[in-house]
């Protein structure tokens, strides 16, 4: 008499029916798996692994079954780098790159859908099994819907200006004279706009209206008079003030410009910008000429999920007020926050802006694998700029196989549609393979943004060595910073940084203006 072998049950494995949409499938697993992996749970080795199998035997039924119809899924995949190594380090960056083909351009949502899609674009296709931990890599390309780039929302603006006595030379109060009228003359009559100056003390030449007379708000312009010295923190209080004055639904945003060092007053200066952004008002911070504090001015920007820039000339200054109005005024989501949930052998490393420009995240230090999720304030996206963001995790697993990374969650609000609260949710996860055929391409994509990271943070740190004293270090980081700033397609930046260099050498001391230039120039490389 002959025995038959009944082949376990994928679905009573996993505790679900049949029926159960796979979304709800795959989150049985992700449950199952953080209970029962080996790190944590070393006596259900055999349990996990028929998890795993089971789970595995599913998706690859559900992955044919999309083949035959929809398009599936974009997954996370992988860079290989042991994690006691730093993952932007020259050896990553100089290894041989087979460029592998571009994803397929992103559908824009249909009206009544998200308003944010997010296109994932993969360091690589899988990850080769090692003993220990390895870094991913995953490119977050962000895409406003149709119906969502065709929202807008009323503005409340208040320009807080230097009018300090420095600000008399070289043509700089009639240059920004100008500017200002070309914001208003730009403004729809039911902005609110607000006008501060300050020197050692501020003056609200216009308190926050709507824009029904523009030639009023011009003729204000006539009261600046340049004197005294420079005390930043009057104007942000004074332009906080008016602001709250006309807050409610409408899109706050405070323009601050300088071009001098302010008084002693710089803890009393970031306080109130963690103030603005508790009431959600941006600060773009801007530097004129090249006597200002640039620390300072990025800490501003960063406590409110801002942007600080340097302006090189008050020619220039007409030009960068355009651009920081266009950008507010195409602005479609605010609130944007990106929560990453890693599963317990994963965490999240590294969270970099690669696009409008490059800023690091703050991430927790102590983050360990499996620990509480962590909340990134990603701001706001205005439809006139490109936002890609860069992931960095490290992940460990000790089989071949599909694993869940990661699930990340974006929720935002949509003024201009009346979305109060709205999310978007992707699981992440890699497959470890033992061994590799061919040895899988990393995309380029994600290479050139690795690229543009690395000569950024290399500034950073040749800058820091600089102020610190450590010239040999400090020219030795910007004399490779520029060779990656050269490989990145910026030669005229890679050519500064480099003569820079040899002028700290010769003369024991660097150039403002040219280190200003490189600081914010390498910034925008993205």
């Known amino acids: 008499m002959s025995s038959q072998t009944t082949e376990p049950d994928p679905y009573a494995i996993l505790g679900v029916a049949p029926e159960t949409p796979f979304k709800e499938i795959r989150a049985a697993h992700r449950r199952l798996i953080l209970e029962l992996h080996p790190d944590v749970n070393p006596g259900a080795r055999e349990h996990f692994d028929a998890v795993q199998t089971a789970f595995e035997l599913l998706r ?25 190594s730093d993952p932007l380090s020259s050896h990553s960056q100089t290894a041989t790159i087979v460029e592998a083909a571009p994803p397929r351009a992103p559908e824009i949502p249909q009206p009544g859908g998200p308003a944010l899609q997010v296109v994932l674009t993969p360091g690589r296709e899988s990850l080769l099994l090692q003993p220990r931990a390895q870094m991913m890599y995953l490119l977050l390309d962000l895409k406003l819907s149709q119906e969502t780039r065709s929202s ?14 420095s600000m008399q030379r070289d043509d700089k109060l009639q240059r920004l004279k100008e500017a200002v009228s070309r914001i208003i003359d730009m403004m729809e009559p039911h902005d609110y706009l ?13 308190p926050s209206s709507p824009l029904g007379d523009k030639r009023a708000a011009k003729e204000a312009l006539d009261a600046i008079r340049c004197r005294g010295g ?10 906080l003030q008016e602001l709250q004055t006309h807050s409610a639904n409408l899109l706050s945003q405070m323009l601050v410009l300088t071009d001098g060092q302010t008084y002693g007053d710089e803890a009393i200066c970031l306080a109130l910008a963690t103030q603005a952004g508790e009431r959600q008002v941006q600060i773009t911070a801007l530097g004129l000429g090249d006597d200002w504090n640039s620390a300072l001015l990025d800490e501003l920007a960063l406590r409110t999920s801002g942007h600080s820039d340097y302006v090189q000339s008050a020619e220039q200054l007409t030009r960068v007020f355009e651009e920081q109005l266009r950008t507010l005024q195409l602005t479609a989501i605010r609130n944007l926050t990106l929560t990453v949930n890693a599963a317990i052998s994963s965490r999240l490393l590294r969270a970099t802006w690669v696009a409008p420009s490059i800023k690091l995240l703050p991430v927790p230090a102590e983050a360990t694998p499996g620990a509480q999720a962590i909340e990134l304030d990603l701001g706001r996206v205005s439809m006139d700029r490109d936002y890609r963001l860069l992931l960095e995790l490290v992940v460990a697993a000790r089989t071949p196989g599909t694993i869940d990374v990661a699930e990340i969650t974006f929720a935002y609000e949509v ?12 699981i992440l996860s890699t497959t470890f393979v033992e061994k590799w055929e061919t040895e899988p391409p990393v995309h380029q994509r994600v290479h050139d943004a690795l690229r543009k990271i690395t000569a950024h943070r290399l500034q950073e740190q040749a800058m820091q060595a600089i102020q610190d004293g450590q010239t040999q270090k400090g020219t030795a980081s910007l004399r490779t910073a520029a060779n990656h700033l050269e490989a990145a397609g910026s030669p005229d930046l890679a050519a500064l940084a480099r003569a820079e260099a040899d002028r700290i050498e010769r003369q ?17 490389l993205g």
């Open 230 to 239: 420079t005390e930043i923190s009057t104007g942000i209080r004074a332009g």
């Open 152 to 165: 807008s929302q009323p503005l409340n603006l208040s320009l807080v200006l230097d009018h300090s006595s």
């Open 60 to 84: 690859s039924q559900h992955d044919r079954a999309r083949a035959r119809g929809a398009r599936p899924s974009a997954r996370l995949t992988s860079e290989g780098a042991s994690s006691g």
């Open 194 to 206: 607000s006008i501060v100056t300050f020197g050692d003390r501020a003056t609200v030449l216009l």
């Open 415 to 426: 003024p201009g549609l009346g979305r109060n609260r709205e999310t978007t949710s992707h």
């Open 508 to 524: 024991g001391q660097a150039q403002a203006g040219n280190m200003k230039r490189i600081i914010y120039g390498t910034r925008g």
